[in-house]
């Protein structure tokens, strides 16, 4: 079921990840549409593809998995589709509120650099933080390390 | 007919299980990271839809997919920096290939 081809998975991921982003266009979150295709098309898709050139031979296909964890993981996937669908399609959600969203670049900037009650200038604090170390992290992990000096 | 709550719950579930799938039959440690975004991203999709048809009044949901985003940009980062150096030590990145910190 899974294609053999790396890139080719790479490739479906990327019109995927355009679906989602369609579908945040369609809820009027144009903002978060933006900010999907921006962040992942533009910037994970492009990094996986690079990885993938860098660590594996062009045309190399993967090993088709073995047919019990194929089994498995099907049988496992199956049920919890159906299980979570079950519970969604029976649980009575509160009624529907009619008012629009207002999710406009203006309104989430107000609220995210707001540093009252209500905003979130701490979590964007800790989420820069956390990006900054993030980049050190994997830019030394990613350093070749110097051969040894005798 | 008119597109409800359900069905983008239901959307999201089937991409959540697609990626879950992935991550079970994949062995390739960049197809793995692929099958943890698709799931990042229904779990996106989920806070986008309760914040737009059940609290429109307020922000949360879409702030907390923007700081989703934001951590699966710096996971997505730190994964392939440690990919290419397995890389470069084992020259191959499947899992079952790198065990040096097994026992």
Not at chain 1, 26 to 33: I, L, P
Not at chain 2, 30 to 59: G, H, Q, R
Not at chain 2, 85 to 102: G, L, P, T
Request: charged fraction near 15%; include cysteine.
């Amino acid at each position: 079921m899974t294609t053999t081809k790396i890139f080719r998975a790479a490739v479906f991921l990327l019109f995927s990840l355009m679906g989602v982003a369609g579908l945040y266009f369609w809820m009027h979150v144009e903002f978060v549409a933006a900010v999907q295709i921006i962040v992942y098309v533009g910037g994970i898709v492009v990094l996986i593809i690079f990885s993938i050139f860098l660590t594996q031979e062009a045309g190399v296909e993967m090993p088709k998995a073995t047919n019990t964890r194929l089994i498995f993981s099907t049988l496992a996937s199956i049920c919890g589709i159906v299980l979570t669908t079950l519970l969604i399609d029976q649980y009575a959600f509160p009624e529907i509120s009619t008012m629009a969203l207002d999710a406009s670049p203006n309104n989430i900037g107000t609220n995210m650099m707001d540093y009252t009650e209500k905003g979130y200038a701490l979590p964007f604090e800790v989420i820069s933080i956390l990006l900054l170390a993030a980049m050190v992290g994997s830019i030394t992990i990613a350093l070749k390390s110097k051969p040894e000096e005798v | 007919m008119e597109v409800t709550l359900t069905h983008i719950l239901f959307l999201s579930t089937s991409l959540f299980f697609i990626g879950m799938y992935g991550l079970f039959t994949r062995r390739n440690m960049i197809t793995m990271l692929m099958a943890i975004e698709l799931i990042l991203n229904s779990v996106n999709i989920n806070f986008v839809a309760f914040n737009k048809y059940l609290y429109p009044e307020e922000l949360t949901g879409v702030f907390f997919t923007i700081f989703i985003i934001a951590i699966a940009a710096a996971e997505a980062a730190v994964a392939i920096a440690i990919i290419i150096h397995i890389y470069r030590d084992h020259k191959s990145i499947d899992v079952e290939d790198s065990q040096d910190m097994k026992y």
